[in-house]
């Protein structure tokens, strides 16, 4: 089997991450759990293969053995490589993600090993599949053997996101008594200090929840989900009805405040105020945060249309700054959904990405409206 690749690889901190995870597993043979403060657990999982399924359907296993792994290819063995050559090969790759500089950045060291050595030219995994690597493991404690699918987040470099945002997921807020000059007074300052403007309105109770942007007021509540991007309203409500109520709620929080953008600090806030009305908000606030967080990591996004399928199988694989990796078990469950909240806050995108940030007066509506934006990270 021969590779040939003529153009040098370039990926983000998060891609490459997913290589250095490959290599870390099939070294250590093994992966412990997180708790839930995020330190390492005593109990742990045996790595018995890492697999690898690509775009074009390919299936790459690599089988440790006693001396080496075996790298196969839909069945059918290839090569193999003694474990001395991983040692090399992962502290490389932890130094060229960790000096990596700019958005995407090439790592030869590691991109030589993937090709000459794996035979394997893009690790990158399909799109489509949430699921960035596939273990068989073993479990020390009963003995049971099964594959499950890990989705890797990365602690090298800038925060992975739980949640991304897209135009679709901007939000629109009707601002009282608002006039002409205070639009234009508004977007000049918010050019240089969006904050401390936007801040005022909040503050002042000026600002009521309209509607996702791309649902229409007066024919369809979800506007023409034939055009791409125009999913996130479908997909909340589809999850529950009053999710986007109290993300609408989240969103004057964060940006109404300097400090707020943990979602357990913000939860916390929801439900000492009780914005909505709702009976019990202990209960409310929280099983609607839990509902979206884990529908995030199971597939939901702002831009796709959402089945309610679970796209995830094992949950995930964290790499820490220090190049450890842990694991985290997704079951739908409070121990699991309690990481995700005490982990997890939320951002402002790009306003120019975005298109939001800005006063503008509606037709649809009748009055002046701002979008704001938001997508949620882990610290």
Do not use: H
């Amino acid at each position: 089997m021969n590779t040939i690749c003529n153009e040098q690889i370039t990926k983000n901190k998060g891609e490459w991450s997913e290589a250095y995870v490959l290599l870390k597993l099939l070294l250590d043979g093994q992966i412990f759990e997180q708790n839930q403060d995020g330190t390492k657990s005593t109990s742990y999982m045996k790595v018995l293969s890492v697999i690898k399924i690509m775009k074009s359907g390919n299936c790459f296993e690599f089988k440790r053995e006693k001396d080496f792994v075996e790298c196969i290819l839909n069945g059918k063995k290839y090569k193999t490589i003694f474990y001395e050559e991983f040692l090399t090969a992962v502290q490389n790759t932890y130094d060229e993600i960790k000096n990596g500089k700019g958005r995407s950045f090439s790592a030869p060291k590691t991109e030589e090993f993937f090709i000459n050595k794996l035979e394997l030219v893009n690790f990158k995994s399909d799109s489509n599949d949430k699921n960035d690597i596939y273990l068989k493991i073993e479990n020390p404690k009963d003995g049971s053997v099964y594959i499950d699918g890990f989705s890797v987040k990365s602690l090298i470099g800038k925060s992975p996101s739980l949640f991304n945002c897209s135009n679709a997921s901007n939000l629109v807020y009707r601002i009282k008594d608002c006039t002409e000059q205070e639009m234009n007074d508004f977007n000049e300052k918010a050019k240089t200090d969006f904050k401390p403007a936007i801040i005022k309105f909040i503050c002042d109770n000026r600002l009521n929840f309209l509607n996702s942007k791309f649902m229409d007021s007066k024919n369809s509540k979800y506007g023409d989900l034939k055009i791409p991007g125009y999913y996130f309203a479908w997909n909340v409500d589809l999850l529950d009805i009053r999710i986007l109520d109290v993300f609408s709620e989240m969103v004057k929080i964060f940006y109404g405040t300097t400090g707020n953008s943990k979602l357990l600090d913000m939860l916390n806030i929801l439900q000492r105020n009780n914005p909505l009305g709702v009976k019990f908000p202990d209960t409310f606030y929280e099983m609607k945060i839990r509902q979206f967080l884990f529908a995030s990591f199971c597939g939901l996004t702002a831009s796709e249309k959402w089945t309610g399928k679970q796209k995830v199988n094992g949950g995930y694989i964290e790499v820490q700054k220090d190049g450890g990796v842990l694991y985290q078990k997704a079951i739908s469950d409070e121990k699991f959904t309690d990481y995700l909240i005490e982990t997890t806050r939320m951002d402002g995108p790009s306003k120019d990405k975005y298109d939001y940030g800005k006063i503008y007066f509606s037709d649809e509506y009748n009055c002046y409206c701002i979008n704001l934006n938001f997508q949620v990270r882990f610290r």
